[in-house]
């Protein structure tokens, strides 16, 4: 089986972003969403080179939406998830759970053998 | 609204025109919530972010370029070069490959710091200027010779039969040309402005010394480089969204 490409931390949280928000992702949506679910305020220069360069990766796909008058006119770039882009989310999220096996970082259900 | 309508005219100079008119779009959507303020340092934050690579590629190989031409210069004609080739037949035969040369290491540099070392087309042309860079340093030994040869020889076969090789010759071959095409450029306009400024073969020391001569030299070599590393993004683009559509196409 080929490894799928792999992801930065920024990405992973952008791509989780993008599947989260379903069909209304778009740059002011994804922000928002990672605002409220990471605490992170994230520039929009850095959020717009990673969906750039996701893109390009062929992890995400980008399509022109509607026009609207709190935009100035201006229409939307919704965003979706690629199957590429899933799958090496969900091969980075394997790694990062195959390093949390085993240790009490996050209490509860997660808590393993060793620790706790 | 003139505020929006002025970054997104600059945010076009540096991305395509859908992303402009959608970067500036979300600005918009959020100045209501954080003000116009937010907006201007956002707004430049975006473009920093867009260019500031670019910047660091088109300075950062503006100089490799020149650079290497000048060495490659003092390697083959220079006073203290160790094996200066003889004018026939070698002379002329080395000297193209030094400009193409330069031209490989300039793109090179550019497509590695812009685009990444990962990428078919940067290996490709930095492979190219490997080469010529081992012609003009080794043309005098054989086994050297033979090496270059070879690779050169395999980088043709990989071009022409490999799917990934000729994508990277899209994008390599037609940014080559530009760069070969703009030094004779460069070299026919200046050297125009110079018979117009003194008329003559060469003009004279009080010619060469006049202020604009150089400056001149240095804008057309800009202009050129420019026009280079454009072509070489310019076919990348169209190179990813021709496999792009084809790939869809096939999956269809």
Redesign the interface.
């Given at each position: 089986m080929g490894r799928s490409a792999s992801l930065g931390e920024f990405e992973q949280i952008v791509l989780l972003a993008i599947l989260r928000l379903d069909k209304d992702a778009?740059?002011?949506s994804i922000?928002a969403e990672i605002a409220a679910r990471t605490g992170r305020d994230p520039?929009?220069?850095?959020l717009?080179?990673t969906l750039?360069r996701m893109e390009?990766k062929?992890m995400v796909r980008s399509w022109?939406g509607e026009?609207?008058p709190?935009?100035?006119g201006?229409?939307?770039?919704n965003f979706a998830v690629t199957k590429a882009g899933r799958a090496a989310l969900v091969d980075a999220q394997r790694a990062y759970q195959s390093l949390l096996e085993g240790l009490n970082l996050l209490g509860g259900a997660n808590a393993g053998s060793i620790a706790g | 609204m003139q505020a929006a309508s002025l970054v997104e005219g600059i945010l076009r100079r540096v991305t395509t025109k859908d992303r402009a008119t959608a970067i500036v779009g979300d600005l918009v959507e959020t100045r209501e919530q954080k003000g116009a303020v937010w907006f201007w340092l956002s707004s430049a934050g975006v473009m920093l972010s867009l260019v500031w690579r670019w910047a660091i590629a088109f300075v950062a190989s503006f100089f490799a370029g020149s650079w290497s031409a000048y060495a490659f210069v003092m390697a083959t004609t220079g006073f203290h070069a160790p094996h200066r080739p003889p004018d026939y037949p070698w002379g002329p035969v080395v000297e193209g490959i030094g400009l193409a040369g330069c031209s490989a290491i300039a793109l090179g540099v550019y497509a590695a710091i812009q685009y990444g070392l990962r990428e078919c087309a940067t290996q490709m042309v930095l492979a190219w200027a490997t080469v010529a860079a081992a012609v003009i340093y080794l043309w005098w030994a054989p086994a050297a010779l033979v090496f270059c040869i070879a690779g050169a020889a395999g980088l043709a076969f990989y071009s022409v039969f490999a799917r990934e090789g000729r994508w990277a010759s899209v994008v390599v071959w037609p940014a080559m040309v530009v760069g070969v095409a703009g030094f004779f450029f460069v070299g026919g306009i200046d050297a125009f402005y110079q018979h117009l400024l003194k008329p003559g073969p060469w003009g004279s020391d009080d010619m060469l010394r006049h202020p604009s001569v150089p400056w001149l030299a240095l804008s057309l070599m800009l202009c050129a480089h420019l026009a280079k590393v454009c072509m070489w993004s310019r076919m990348r683009g169209w190179a990813a969204e021709a496999r792009r559509a084809g790939s869809e196409a096939i999956a269809e």
């Open positions: 778009y740059g002011v922000r520039a929009p220069g850095a717009y080179t750039d390009e062929g022109m026009a609207t709190q935009r100035g201006r229409a939307k770039r | -």
